[in-house]
């Protein structure tokens, strides 16, 4: 979820039209083949090292340990760029060809390939008993059936803030919005910036609504309500997040230049110690945290409320996720892989080698020795819904990031962002076909 989301927006957005009306239709068949005897053959499509270094070196070492579990099985695993992950996984879907596990970022980028049929549910081959200790399932979740199964949780996104810097001008960790907004007003008097981001590239806009755009609403019910027109996007419940927006810009709280940088070129001032906060992914938070000096220096927390919705105060949590091709031969031995990945071993394997959470609820905490990581885990446990995940991707290119730009700039009003992104909502809803009806279906 890092520069992933811009071509997920731009991939999803064409196929999106493609999406067969009769929804999901047939899935894999309810009584599952027993597991082969015969040599098996896997292919895999994954990425993951971009966010959560390390993950590469455990996706190998955890094919060693499954091959050798089963001697009849071999798995061909391949990284994937993050430009080429959706693109490659749609000509193979074109040609029912390539892998039979593969790798899926979560809500409508896990579940437009079950809308296109280019998926079985893992739930036919997982059992629910199982299904039960992934975190964040919900997200892949449509019409009883699981499509994708979690793998790592990607916090989404914690605010770092930089308590030497604060201290060193007087100043004290915010609690809330106000708070926030009086040390904005206090360190911008001095030239420094308190929040470092950059919205060139369009991906930090999509963060901001989830961390902001959640504050006023009950659930992810609402945002897919109004996708589809039963709420809308210029009601207070949705567009209070861009009075905030516009408020952080009148009170100084970003760098001058966050229109024309990119998203780690401005994080990097973090780690400099030329701006008290930013926000990033939280699968790479801890080494920010290192860079900036570690607990002592540095707290992690959710963005300070504003709202007084029950997801207010929360950090977003979502699960990168995997998931078996329609054309897989074996989809039961892609299943045990799966699973496979899940056992205790696997789990505390992956902690040790990326620092990032597994998708598990049976995974021993205790292990987690920095304060700033139990409470980034403690906070995407106890997460709200990431609201990102729950927008069509076109809605969040051509209506998100667009407005976030100049809203920031000063060139758009948040009474103007918020028509905007009604007006392109609507524009979808009479071109896509298929729309309404899946984000309907979905909101149920």
Known sequence: MISRRTTAAMMLAGIFALTACSGP??????????????????????????????????????????????????????????????????????????????????????????????????????PKSELAHYLNATEETFEGKVWTAPWYVQ?????????????????????????????????????????????????????????????????????LEATVGKQSFTSAKHAEWWKRLAESRDHGCWNDDINSLELYQAQQRFVDGTAAMTVTAGTDAMNFVKKAGGDANVEVMAMPSWGAGPLAGKLGSSSQTLGITSWAKYPQVAADFITFLHEEEQLNAWYATTGSMPADDRFDRTQVTS???????????????????????QLDSDAVFKNVQLVLQGSQTAEGAAEDMEATAARLRTTDRSLVKNFTAWSK
């Not at 193979?92 to 079985?120: E, R």
């Not at 001008?169 to 001095?190: F, I, N, Q, R, Y």
């Open 25 to 126: 239709g047939a899935s894999a068949p309810a009584t599952v083949a027993e597991f082969p005897t015969e040599d098996v053959k896997l292919t895999m499509w994954y990425w993951g090292e971009q966010e959560a270094p390390g993950a590469q070196a455990f996706m190998d070492n955890a094919i060693v340990a499954y091959e050798k579990k089963r001697p009849n099985v071999t798995i061909d695993a391949v990284l994937q760029t993050t430009d080429g992950l959706i693109p490659s996984f749609q000509a193979a879907a074109a040609s029912k060809s390539g892998p039979d596990l593969q790798y899926f970022w979560a809500g409508t980028n896990a579940l437009t390939p079950a809308w296109n049929k280019q998926i079985v549910p893992v739930s036919d081959y997982i």
């Open 155 to 223: 916090p989404s996104f914690p605010l770092l803030v930089r308590k030497d810097l604060l201290a060193a001008h007087g100043l004290t960790v915010p609690k809330d919005w106000t708070d926030l907004m009086s040390v904005c007003d206090a360190l911008s008097e001095k030239g420094i910036t308190t929040l470092a981001g950059g919205v060139k590239d369009g991906w930090f806009g999509g963060w901001l609504y989830s961390i902001l755009g959640a504050q006023n609403l009950d659930s992810q019910k609402d945002v």
């Open 371 to 393: 304060a700033s990581q139990r409470k980034l885990f403690d906070l995407a446990t106890d997460g709200s819904p990431y609201l990102e995940n729950y927008i069509p991707p």
